[in-house]
């Protein structure tokens, strides 16, 4: 599945930032000086381990939780002040939430109620809203006669019948089983671009994040790590966090030996040969730094005595290929999964395609392989 | 239904296929309902003394609702106990929300404090009510009715409404605390909150706590023989008082209707419980 990587809406307008949040419980930080903004019509997603702050941050959107420092704004406007019933956003709980003494009708009226919507226009808003999450006919059943994504829809139709400036969606696919997680979401990401509301959903799920946002926030301890394009961050991380929590990723630690701007060169005792890069970074020769890469950039070939050497064009020869023997394989049907020991005793992961049907039986257990890869793929990290 | 081929060995809490525990419920049943029908029985015999059973009649039921001091007495504990009941829900959720809800010092105190009119003997809460309506607050006599009821309906309240609380916070305990953020993100304030969605959820548990309080007031006798004085008897005292002389079928037959009456309201009480508890009975499984 293609990650549905929209185009940048034309000049796109600031509708929320955070301006250095920090918010503390007691001695605890759950989020340390976090300044981000997001674009109107975005679907953004808020990204990390559990307990990096990133719920902590959407409440605080919401108003359910309210910023030790720090200001948020929503459309130029400071809402530290405004409680939550009185805030242009509105959420799709975790569990849904959906009022269980309520019919589905009900319980996406409700919002329009509270409002004073009159009862004609409620009763129209309520239909366009279940059409839109295709609960049509729906109404009049209670909250437990439906399934775990049925009530979903429920929720989701009651916070858009609202026709907020922002939607919330805390976990929302975390409750789902496997198949309709997927599906819903193709469908939530149609639903975001047919109602063109801004989204900002919180998810501990990469793959969930790659596949739905335009733009992410990866936090790590109640800070922000990098904030991007799923395709950035992943081809571009700008940490070994990012790196490792995107995705699978070798990180090989070596010492910046050549730094020009067009290469660059580290010197790494793991891999046991010079890694070479076609850009350069911004560091001082000697320091510390890591090459991070992806598992399926990495290029595996048989190595058998006499053998013909292996043509590298991209990268001067001898820099990017290394020798090493496959210590474990596992065969997952679209690819797979080697563990390469190298002479220096390091562990590499590669990932293969398996192209053709006799794909996977090139390789097998104890094979001493070559492994290669173009000067373009390695990221060089400098924390 | 076809009989299975071979029974398996009864399972030690099967008490249908046990004889020790078949004997068991028999006893239990017999000790239960046995005097309860033998009062019913009774009401309707034709002999002023109630030990030889001499033939059927409703004169009884007749001189019952003759009787003009035990009608009285009956209005007064259906009174005390209505006021009671709903005294006791609007004290009992108010209690169970605060302390459901927030966190104050002396919380634990308070939570200990509630529990006490459960635990403590009644005839100590008598004793105590009595002395605190003859000492330190004075009900003044003669007031019109049902004013006069003034301090059996207070004592009352003051051991029901504990049972409300407790009740309530049990069922809170079940709320999904989502449900009252949704509803305030959807726009609700605090008190629209309160009334859309945690008093549908504590529903349930106000009807039973509203059964009980009732019942509770309906048969107390101990605390309200302390509390009451002689124009304000309730039916527990007049009973009481009339056995005292001898137990004549008129007593049986004032108690089946109260026992009648008391069980058409908790099965209407629990039909309409039940209805709404499948709806709202339960909050959202957040793993569904």
Redesign the interface.
């Known amino acids: 599945m293609p990650a549905p990587q929209k185009a940048a809406k034309a000049p796109a307008k600031t509708i929320i930032s955070f301006e250095n949040i920090t918010k503390r419980y007691g001695k605890v930080v759950a989020v340390d000086n976090v300044s981000l903004t997001i674009e109107e019509g975005e679907f953004f997603s808020l990204l990390g381990p559990s307990g990096c702050g990133k719920t902590t941050l959407l409440r605080m959107l919401?108003?359910?939780e309210t910023p030790t420092e720090g200001r948020i704004l929503i459309d130029g406007q400071d809402v530290s002040e405004i409680?939550?019933?009185?805030r242009p956003?509105?959420?799709v709980?975790?569990?849904?939430?959906?009022?269980?003494?309520m019919t589905v009708a009900q319980n996406v009226a409700?919002?329009l109620k509270?409002?004073g919507v009159g009862a004609k226009e409620c009763a129209e808003r309520v239909e366009e809203a279940l059409a839109l999450v295709k609960l049509e006919g729906y109404g009049p059943r209670?909250?437990?006669q439906l399934s775990?994504g049925q009530?979903q829809r429920v929720?989701l139709a009651?916070?858009l019948v609202?026709r907020p400036r922002v939607l919330l969606l805390d976990e929302p696919l975390s409750?789902l089983d496997a198949k309709l997680r997927e599906q819903m979401r193709s469908e939530l990401t149609q639903l975001q671009d047919k109602v063109g509301i801004t989204f900002i959903m919180v998810t501990h799920d990469q793959d969930e994040a790659l596949a739905m946002a335009c733009r992410c926030a990866v936090m790590n301890r109640g800070l922000l790590q990098q904030v991007a394009t799923p395709s950035d961050l992943y081809e571009f991380p700008n940490s070994r966090f990012v790196a490792d929590f995107i995705g699978q990723v070798n990180l090989f630690e070596g010492q910046l030996a050549v730094d020009e701007p067009d290469h660059a060169v580290i010197d790494s005792a793991e891999v046991g040969v010079p890694i070479y890069l076609d850009h350069g970074v911004t560091g001082a020769t000697g320091s510390t730094v890591w090459a991070a890469i992806r598992p399926e950039k990495i290029e595996i070939y048989k190595r058998i005595d006499g053998a013909d050497m292996i043509k590298m064009e991209d990268a001067p020869q001898g820099h990017n290929v290394v020798a090493g023997t496959i210590t474990h394989l596992a065969y997952l049907g679209s690819e797979t999964v080697f563990d390469v020991t190298l002479e220096t005793g390091r562990s590499v992961k590669v990932v293969r395609s398996n192209l053709t049907r006799w794909d996977q039986e090139d390789f097998s257990w104890d094979e001493p392989v070559w492994l290669s890869w173009h000067a373009c793929s390695p990221a060089m990290l400098t924390a | 239904m076809t009989k299975r081929p071979k029974q398996a060995a009864p399972g030690p809490l099967e008490y249908l296929r046990r004889w020790p525990l078949q004997a068991w419920l028999v006893m239990v049943t017999v000790f239960l309902y046995a005097p309860l029908l033998t009062l019913m029985a009774f009401s309707f015999n034709d002999s002023k003394r109630n030990i030889v059973w001499k033939g059927f009649t409703l004169k009884y039921y007749e001189k019952v609702l003759q009787n003009e001091s035990l009608l009285t007495a009956f209005g007064n504990s259906l009174t005390i106990a209505a006021i009671c009941t709903l005294v006791s829900v609007i004290l009992g959720a108010m209690t169970a929300l605060l302390l459901w809800r927030f966190r104050f010092g002396g919380k634990t105190v308070l939570d200990g404090a509630m529990a006490l009119p459960i635990v403590v003997p009644e005839i100590c809460m008598g004793v105590a009510m009595l002395v605190f309506f003859a000492k330190v607050m004075p009900w003044p006599g003669g007031l019109p009715w049902p004013l006069n009821l003034g301090a059996i309906i207070i004592s009352h309240i003051s051991f029901s409404f504990p049972f409300v609380a407790v009740v309530v916070r049990a069922r809170m305990a079940s709320f999904?605390r989502?449900?009252e953020?949704?509803?305030?993100?959807?726009?609700?304030?605090e008190w629209?909150t309160i009334r859309?969605?945690i008093i549908?959820?504590m529903?349930p548990s106000l009807v039973a706590g509203a059964l009980l309080a009732f019942t509770l007031s309906l048969d107390d006798f101990v605390i309200t023989f302390f509390t009451s004085g002689p124009d304000t008897v309730t039916f527990p005292v007049k009973v009481y008082s009339m056995v005292r002389f001898s137990v004549t079928p008129e007593v049986n037959a004032a108690s089946t209707i109260l026992i009648v009456l008391t069980v058409i309201l908790t099965a209407l009480a629990l039909r309409f419980q039940g209805t709404?508890a499948?709806?709202?009975?339960?909050?959202?499984?957040?793993?569904?």
């Not at chain 1, 409680?83 to 009185?86: H, Q, R, S, V």
């Not at chain 1, 569990?95 to 269980?100: H, K």
């Open positions: 919401a108003g359910f409680p939550p019933n009185k956003v509105n959420m709980f975790q569990s849904y939430a959906v009022f269980p003494h409700y919002g509270v409002d209670k909250p437990d775990g009530r929720a009651r916070a609202k409750a | 999904n989502e449900l953020e949704a509803a305030k993100d959807l726009g609700a304030g629209m859309d969605v549908p959820h529903q709404d499948v709806a709202g009975g339960h909050a959202p499984d957040p793993k569904a």
